[in-house]
């Protein structure tokens, strides 16, 4: 049987939290995969683009995430204004995502309806739970 650290660590989503997640194991040399159902890294946040959010850029850039960026020479926004949806996507998450860091470890569905299991593999995946003692 297999031991928690043996097993694959998927993420599931590229939004900011599962992009933040890709950054932060590859900071600490753990091997992973990020599922993303939509085509586009964010395809979720695109869907509210038009809307600002309510926490400023500070908030909303994840410390290893910025840390992986900065070694690309990103420029990072204003940390005190408020992104849009599309900014929080075009600015932050897509930039992130093309990293030669987190690229080839993300696999996207398509455009198509299909589960994020069948965007890595092609087939559905076990589900895999730690016991509980």
Known sequence: MSTPNEL???????GPVGLAAAAHLHERGIAFT????????????????HVRVFSPWRYNID??????????????PDLEA?????????????P?????????????ASGSRRSAA?????CA???VSPRRS
């Open 34 to 49: 990020v599922l993303e159902a939509g085509d586009t890294p964010g395809a979720a946040v695109r869907q509210w683009g």
């Open 63 to 76: 410390p290893a995430a910025r840390r992986l960026l900065d070694e690309a020479d990103w420029v990072a």
């Open 8 to 14: 694959p660590v998927v993420v599931i989503g590229a």
């Open 118 to 122: 069948w965007a890595l593999t092609g």
């Open 82 to 94: 408020l992104p849009t949806g599309a900014e929080l996507v075009d600015d932050y998450l897509q």
């Open 96 to 108: 992130l995502a093309q990293l030669p860091q987190l690229k080839p470890y993300l696999r996207y």
């Open 125 to 127: 995946l076990p589900v």
